[in-house]
T-cell receptor, first 111, second 117 residues
Framework: AQRVTQPEKLLSVFKGAPVELKCNYS??????LFWYVQYSRQRLQLLLR??SRESIKGFTADLNKGETSFHLKKPFAQEEDSAMYYC?????????????FGKGTKLSVKP | NAGVMQNPRHLVRRRGQEARLRCSPM?????VYWYRQLPEEGLKFMVY????????ESGMPKERFSAEFPKEGPSILRIQQVVRGDSAAYFC???????????????FGPGTRLTVL
């Protein structure tokens, strides 16, 4: 079964500290992986996708097929990074609608 | 571009009533997706529609739930004879036409919070 697991419900770090939000997935084929973010009182929005291999707002994520992981990392957290983060999976080439989301991790960056 | 619009933002219904949730996609977007988020859960895909067509309804409950995206007007998610377990946040997303199975970013609306008393 296709599944996305985010083991941490809440992650609290201090400003300037490194942050890593974990995401593991279960899927037998070739997946596309995404990170979505929802800031307070804002809509869910795409943060980054593994295919583009880019850094957005200092965040990066590498797809590790051996470990079936797609952890989100940032070397120095900022207070404005506080938000809910969702990892999501889509079957490569599959229905464009069929995104599978994890339960989300709430990141709190303290001053 | 105002973004994806959903209304109402909050909806309260009593058990047995009908709930109608509306979604207006972004301008130029012809694909609409509905997701449901139960408390403490992630978003779960329900249905994917294009104008006048249901493309993928694999996540829709078999009974009481239906969705449409008419040629004119918003997409509607309809829940008949609501039960307490239908209480959730319902999110709509839209994307432009895609090509060859490649992913086009889905833009999300603010959601409708349905409470069933």
């Amino acid at each position: 079964a296709q599944r996305v697991t985010q083991p941490e419900k809440l992650l609290s770090v201090f400003k300037g500290a490194p942050v890593e939000l974990k995401c593991n997935y279960s899927y037998s084929g070739s997946p596309e992986l995404f990170w979505y973010v929802q800031y307070s009182r804002q809509r869910l929005q795409l943060l980054l996708r593994h295919i583009s291999r880019e850094s957005i707002k200092g965040f990066t994520a590498d797809l590790n097929k051996g470990e079936t992981s797609f952890h989100l990392k940032k070397p120095f957290a900022q207070e404005e990074d506080s938000a809910m983060y969702y990892c999501a999976l889509r079957r490569y080439g599959g229905s464009q609608g069929n995104l599978i989301f994890g339960k989300g991790t709430k990141l709190s960056v303290k001053p | 571009n105002a973004g994806v619009m959903q209304n109402p933002r909050h909806l309260v219904r009593r058990r047995g009533q009908e709930a109608r949730l509306r979604c207006s996609p972004m301008k130029g977007h012809s694909h609409v997706y509905w997701y449901r988020q139960l408390p403490e859960e992630g978003l779960k895909f329900m249905v994917y529609l294009q104008k006048e067509n249901i493309i993928d309804e694999s996540g829709m409950p078999k009974e009481r739930f239906s969705a449409e995206f008419p040629k004119e007007g918003p997409s509607i998610l309809r829940i008949q004879q609501v039960v307490r377990g239908d209480s959730a946040a319902y999110f709509c997303a839209s994307s432009p036409p895609g090509s060859g199975g490649s992913y086009n970013e889905q833009f999300f609306g603010p959601g409708t919070r349905l409470t069933v008393l």
